[in-house]
């Protein structure tokens, strides 16, 4: 069992940068991948990055380049720093684990979700 709890959002004007963290509880915590993933109203749950337990990333076209997914095995927390926002990228954002290798970006084989901090970014 895995227990995440996101902190970090708020509001930012455009251009500016943001970073979130989800801290994680639970023995099984440094031998699952993490994600974050983002859902704005009326649209679905998108994935935006993922980090395994060595460190390799996969990012989400739009964020590529912008966001950088980092996670601390010690401190059990998981961070997202985001960059360069646009207002497209406000969001709910959703702190993720599952078991296994598989940098997926699809929310489907995600067992653990965190309840989510707001980003809001403004033009």
């Known amino acids: 069992q895995v227990r995440l709890v996101e902190s970090g959002g708020g509001s930012v004007q455009s251009g500016g940068s943001r970073r979130l963290s989800c801290a994680a509880s639970?023995?099984?915590?440094?031998?699952?991948?993490m994600a974050w993933f983002r859902q704005a109203p009326g649209k679905e749950r998108e994935g935006v990055a993922v980090?395994?337990?060595?460190?390799?990333?996969s990012y989400a076209d739009s964020v590529k380049g912008r966001f950088t997914i980092s996670r601390d095995n010690v401190k059990n927390t998981l961070y997202l720093q985001m960059n360069s926002l646009k207002p497209e990228d406000t969001a709910m954002y959703y702190c993720?684990?599952?078991?296994?290798?598989?940098?997926?970006?699809?929310?489907?084989?995600?067992?653990?979700w965190g309840q989510g901090t707001q980003v809001t970014v403004s033009s």
């Open positions: 993720a684990a599952k078991h296994g290798w598989l940098l997926d970006l699809s929310p489907l084989p995600y067992s653990y």
């Open positions: 639970g023995h099984t915590y440094s031998s699952t991948c």
């Open positions: 980090i395994d337990c060595d460190g390799r990333a």
